[in-house]
């Protein structure tokens, strides 16, 4: 199956710092990407839609001046958690999608974020 | 949005038994994932699969796409089988059900 790689794979913060973490599709270009938050013991939930070249679509609920998103090109995107606080600690995960005759998403490893 | 849900929440398993998880959802999809969370929270592929059957191992698929609804059959289940199983399901931004932990036991 096509790779992605998502880095950190933890971090640890304190609170009122930025933290980025990044999600490269190794071995596809990738005009879409996905980032989903994961509370412990919950199911996955889509925060936003990370597009190639323009602007990041977000969730109804997300806040896009926290949780900044740069797709910088078709192998990378960045979500960077600003300011962040412990109530942003939580589990980050990346997907892309490989488009063609299957749709089929791809993750990348998660990033688990610590805000002390 | 597509409505999934995923049973049973959870299963125990004795090391060798055989398992069915399903999932329901609302509406007609173009996609349809079946996932293993592992305890480092990995998301494995294992079936892309809207509809038909497909067979990986001891693993197995079948989605009736015209009912609405999946199922994974686990097969001589292992201790590595454990973790959490997500359906997901729609054209490319992926709606996931709530998950079925399975607990193998040796």
């Known amino acids: 199956g096509a790779v992605v790689s998502q880095h950190p794979s933890w971090v640890i913060c304190k609170s009122g710092t930025s933290v980025k973490i990044e999600c490269r599709s190794l071995?596809?270009?990738?005009?879409?990407m996905f980032w989903y938050r994961q509370f412990p013991k919950q199911s996955l939930m889509l925060m936003a839609t990370?597009?190639?070249?323009?602007?990041?679509?977000?969730e109804q609920g997300v806040e896009k001046d926290k949780f900044l998103i740069n797709h910088a090109s078709l192998t990378l995107s960045t979500l960077t958690v600003t300011s962040a606080h412990p109530e942003d600690s939580s589990f980050y995960i990346c997907?892309?999608?490989?488009?063609?005759?299957?749709?089929?998403?791809?993750f990348g490893q998660g990033t688990r974020l610590t805000v002390v | 949005g597509i409505q999934v849900e995923q049973s049973p929440p959870d299963l125990i398993l004795q090391e060798g038994a055989n398992s069915t998880l399903r999932c329901n959802f609302s509406?007609?999809?173009?996609?349809l994932q079946w996932f293993h969370q592992n305890p480092w929270g990995q998301l494995i592929n294992l079936f892309y699969?809207?509809?038909g059957t497909k067979q990986n191992g001891r693993l197995s698929a079948t989605t009736v796409a015209t009912e609405r609804y999946s199922l994974l059959y686990i097969s001589s289940s292992q201790t590595t089988d454990s973790g959490v199983y997500f359906c997901?399901?729609?054209?490319?931004?992926?709606?996931f059900g709530a998950g079925t932990t399975v607990t193998v036991r040796a």
């Open positions: 997907s892309a999608p490989i488009q063609g005759e299957n749709t089929e998403a791809f």
């Open positions: 071995d596809f270009q990738a005009t879409t």
């Open positions: 990370s597009n190639e070249g323009s602007k990041a679509t977000y």
């Open positions: 509406d007609s999809v173009n996609n």
């Open positions: 699969i809207p509809s």
């Open positions: 997901a399901v729609d054209d490319y931004k992926l709606s």
